[in-house]
């Protein structure tokens, strides 16, 4: 019996600190998230949009079929975590797609993180109100 290889693509993608693990293979566009659809996952139209951006850029939608691990971080960091994963996974599919896909910024990793709170103070930035007397 001879087990059929499909091509499949994985890549990591990080934001913040959520990270996703992006498994890209041929198909019809399906794209599940933690075992749930993506809908159900990233229930706003915002975030859908944002999460499909390389696919749109590089005129790959409906093609490839998404299965994505992600964690860590809040709603927002990982739906960029998913979407740098997926820029990624795309490159190793088709090396053409790159230079579209850096010129968009799909491939830079947001390194913005939060700043830590300082000792003595109420956040990172914000201070108590000095009083002089």
């Known amino acids: 019996m ?64 998404v299965m994505v691990n992600v964690d860590g971080g809040g709603l927002i960091g990982q739906a960029g975590a998913v979407r740098h994963g997926i820029s990624r996974a795309l490159i190793q599919a088709d090396p053409e797609l790159k230079a579209a896909l850096k010129d968009a910024g799909c491939l830079t990793r947001d390194a913005r993180e939060k700043e830590r709170k300082k000792p003595g103070q109420p956040g990172a930035r914000k201070r108590f109100q000095f009083s002089k007397r």
């Open 2 to 65: 001879a087990v059929k290889k499909i091509a499949e693509y994985t890549a990591t993608g990080r934001r913040k600190t959520a990270v996703a693990r992006v498994r890209l293979s041929l198909g019809v566009g399906k794209m599940r998230v933690n075992g749930r659809d993506y809908k159900e996952y990233f229930p706003t139209d915002s975030v859908q949009g944002f999460i499909h951006q390389p696919f749109q850029i590089t005129d790959t939608v409906k093609r490839y079929d």
